[in-house]
């Protein structure tokens, strides 16, 4: 289980030291991936841990409060996907005020040497840090050498048929309701989690009752019909269908994920759940009746089994 660190001032030793990937890393794609693979390669090298540092909020919601929700996963789905790659420590750190003014000098300085004592840090070519984003790749690389650390800084990595990897295009085919193509740039479907909540019920009395999680600050998918993969709080996967969105038949103030669950019947409520959202089946429409509704969902479940067998 990767350890999360949510600070980098007076560490104890056992937490410094390590090689680490610095960015903010929305969504752990498989660019990232590969600057984290630079990180570790110089982990091993070295004897160190391997360390992914990181920032909660994102500095985009900090500096735009009022931005349009746009993350692609929230800490511990972070996490959860630096495991498997061998991550020993998520640095967290907490991006206020203090981190935001923070020149670009300092934060290699105080953050970087004297808090986590890094030993190498690997970068993307694009990475910016300190205020006004002053800081560049080959700046850091200088401040390292200075400070005592090593840096390396990872070019640009996309898919030989020209995939863009990156989280901007993560997030356009989102939008675009291409979850074949949001899943080939991430190395997994994307998905999302949160708690159950109570909803107006609507569903169970139709028998298709629905596990219920607002969107809160994910980025908004296109709305409508979706496969989907649950995972339950005790590591059971359950295939489903779902509704994403604002369901214009029975209109809700906010955008709801609602997931009926094949072939289960528990109270979820209070839980969290985490949701893939496999493949998208239709937008969202209105119908002219209950009935007519009833029979579209039964489509949509036969369309949501079979996008499922098929991968």
């Known amino acids: 289980m990767v350890e999360v660190v949510t600070d980098w001032r007076a560490l ?30 110089a982990a091993r090298a070295l004897g160190a841990p391997l360390g992914i540092v990181s920032f909660d909020p994102h500095p985009r919601r900090w500096f735009q409060p009022d931005a349009a929700p746009f993350r692609l996963m929230t800490p511990a789905q972070m996490a959860r996907a630096l495991e498997p790659l ?9 991006f206020d005020g203090e981190m935001a003014a923070m020149s670009d000098e300092a934060f290699a300085r105080e953050v970087l040497g004297a808090g986590l004592g890094v030993r190498h840090a690997a970068v993307g070519f694009d990475f910016t840090y300190g205020k006004g984003r002053t800081g560049s790749p ?45 899943a080939a740039i991430l190395g997994r479907p994307f998905a999302i989690e949160g708690e159950v909540i109570h909803g107006d019920k609507r569903g169970r009395t139709i028998g298709v009752p629905t596990a219920n999680v607002r969107l809160g600050d994910y980025m908004r998918p296109a709305f409508g019909i979706y496969a989907t993969r649950t995972r339950l709080p005790d590591g059971r996967v359950l295939d489903g269908v779902a509704s994403l969105g604002v369901r214009p038949m029975y209109a809700l103030d906010e955008p709801l994920l609602e997931v009926w ?11 969290t759940i985490e949701t893939g959202l496999v493949a998208f089946l239709r937008g969202e429409e209105t119908f002219a009746d209950l009935d007519s509704l009833k029979s579209q969902i039964d489509r949509d479940a036969d369309a949501a089994r079979a996008a499922l067998a098929r991968g």
């Open 12 to 41: 104890p030793d056992r937490l410094r030291g390590a090689a680490v990937a610095i960015g903010a890393f929305d969504g752990v794609h498989r660019g990232h991936q590969a600057v984290i693979a630079t990180a570790r390669e």
């Open 86 to 94: 061998g991550v020993d420590r998520l640095y967290l750190l907490p």
């Open 138 to 182: 080959e700046g850091l690389r200088r401040q390292g050498a200075a400070l005592g650390f090593g840096v390396t800084v990872c070019d640009r990595v996309d898919d030989p048929d020209g995939l863009k990897l990156s989280s901007s295009a993560v997030r356009e085919a989102l939008k675009a309701g291409d979850m074949t193509r949001a």
């Open 261 to 271: 669950l094949f072939d289960f019947d528990s109270d979820l409520y209070g839980q």
